[in-house]
Nanobody, 122 residues
Framework: QVQLVESGGGSVQAGGSLRLSCAAS????????MGWYRQAPGKQRELVAE???????NEADSVKGRSTISRDNAKNTVYLQMNSLKPEDTAVYYC????????????????WGKGTLVTVSS
């Protein structure tokens, strides 16, 4: 199994920035995807951004141009730099891991972090 530990959540005013981090440990496969989902109150959980071990990315249109996902494969860590934050970005952000090139179409082994809260005030 894979353990995911998140950090970097908090409260910020609209227009501010945050950097989320997620460190993975355990039985990590060479081919994998790590990234971030989020869930706001009353809404479905949605993909924010993810990146394969080789650097291929998928991003939500709502954050494109404002967020940057990156990885340090030597540390098994994925980062999400979020700029120009908006109140609608307020949600619990969950780190995710899967043995695949995309978590959206894979039904095999996958793991979730416990979540970190991001609150953006106007």
């Amino acid at each position: 199994q894979v353990q995911l530990v998140e950090s970097g959540g908090g409260s910020v005013q609209a227009g501010g920035s945050l950097r989320l981090s997620c460190a993975a440990s355990g039985s990590i496969f060479k081919i994998n995807t790590m990234g971030w989902y989020r869930q706001a109150p009353g809404k479905q959980r949605e993909l924010v951004a993810e990146m394969t071990n080789g650097g291929t990315t998928n991003e939500a249109d709502s954050v494109k141009g404002r967020s940057t996902i990156s990885r340090d494969n030597a540390k098994n860590t994925v980062y999400l730099q979020m700029n120009s934050l908006k109140p609608e970005d307020t949600a619990v952000y969950y780190c995710h891991y899967s043995d695949s090139l995309s978590s959206l179409t894979y039904n095999g082994r996958n793991y979730w972090g416990k979540g970190t809260l991001v609150t953006v005030s106007s």
